[in-house]
């Protein structure tokens, strides 16, 4: 073979050899950072605390997330230095090993949002759960309804009701019932500390039971100091509170709630019924939010007994101080 004969040989296999490794190379970068999805629909995978990257990449291979354990190998040896925190971690779409490793380092664990609005009770907190995909009703009522977190701060609370604080909690699959109801707490434990610095002998029970008839008779900021005093005026006079919103409660713990409030219902001997029990109820019926809890605090001052929603005006009611200015409003508001 001649000299040049040789060289042509020679180039065409540095040729061949060049395709062969830039076909291997890019078959190997499409195995090891290609976007992936190795599983149906969606998985879980739970980082624990203390595991390290070999056993990390093991899990997210196992429940493919990842082609091979390798690609996030290679993503740690270019970040050794950054965290990779503790969780439960949901995929459910092609990712990048970048992307799979970003997501673990942000500590973007899986979690559901579950908003308590300010006046919800507890029957209404479990229906919330529904809306949740792992909530569990049930479980929730049956953790509310044990007191033991709020022994030290009321003794007398025959519930968890007024101490389950509204406000939004973030919810993953594994949170169980009674620690989400120890997360409210404790955020309720927050605003009692500060509502009442200054304040004497602030009594739980009663200014959070107070709240919860405040919460669930009014949501016009406004009104609820004024609501506050009838409450106030009326135990004062020994007269029964009459509080519609816990005619209602005591329905509910019966499961008999129909929607509006009977003739039958006013007469039900439920203690929380106002009704027909003087005095506060035996706890609160709902939990209320800041602006309630403050005006039980710091009730305004007046010589208000009564009060009826006026008409064509909703949320806003009429104030009496004599049984016959009362009954005056209640008749405008029935012919309206």
């Not at 000299?3 to 050899?17: D, E, H, Q, S, T």
């Not at 739970?46 to 990390?56: C, D, F, K, S, Y």
Request: proline fraction near 7%; hydrophobic fraction near 40%; aromatic fraction near 10%.
């Amino acid at each position: 073979m001649t000299k040049n004969g040789c060289l042509r040989l020679g180039l065409g296999l540095c040729i061949i050899a060049l395709i062969v490794a830039g076909v291997l190379g890019f078959a190997a970068w499409h195995y090891l950072f290609s976007p992936y999805k190795g599983y149906s629909d969606e998985v879980f995978v739970e980082i624990p605390h203390g595991a390290n990257t070999r056993q990390l990449a093991d899990k997210l291979e196992k429940a493919g997330v990842i082609r091979t354990r390798y690609s996030l190998l290679l993503w740690r040896a270019l970040h050794p230095r950054a965290p990779l925190q503790a969780g439960e971690y949901q995929f459910d779409s092609p990712l990048l090993p970048g992307d799979v490793f970003n997501k673990i380092r942000r500590g973007a664990t899986y979690y559901e949002v579950l908003t308590v609005p300010e006046g919800n009770n507890i029957f209404e907190i479990a229906q919330l759960l529904k809306s949740l995909r792992y909530g569990h009703p049930d479980e929730f009522l049956a953790a509310a309804k044990n007191p033991s977190l709020v022994k030290d701060l009321d003794p007398a609370a025959p519930t968890l009701e007024g101490y389950l604080f509204p406000a939004s909690y973030r919810v993953a699959r594994k949170t169980t019932a009674a620690e989400l109801c120890r997360m409210m707490v404790e955020q309720f434990r927050r605003h009692w500390r500060e509502l009442t610095a200054g304040v004497a002998d602030a009594d739980a029970h009663r200014v959070v039971t107070i709240a919860s008839m405040i919460e669930k008779e009014t949501g016009t900021p406004s009104e609820r100091p004024l609501i506050a005093s009838v409450f106030m005026n009326r135990l004062s006079r020994n007269m029964p509170l009459q509080c519609d919103p816990t005619v209602v409660y005591a329905a509910l713990r019966a499961n008999d709630y129909r929607g509006t409030i009977y003739r039958s219902d006013l007469a039900n001997k439920d203690p929380y019924n106002t009704y027909v029990h003087a005095g506060l109820p035996p706890g609160p019926i709902a939990n209320p939010g800041l602006a309630s809890l403050k005006a039980a605090l710091h009730p305004a001052r007046s010589d208000y007994l009564y009060f009826v929603a006026k008409p064509g005006m909703v949320g806003q009611h009429t104030f009496s101080a004599t049984l016959n200015e009362h009954e005056m409003a209640v008749k405008a508001y029935r012919h309206h």
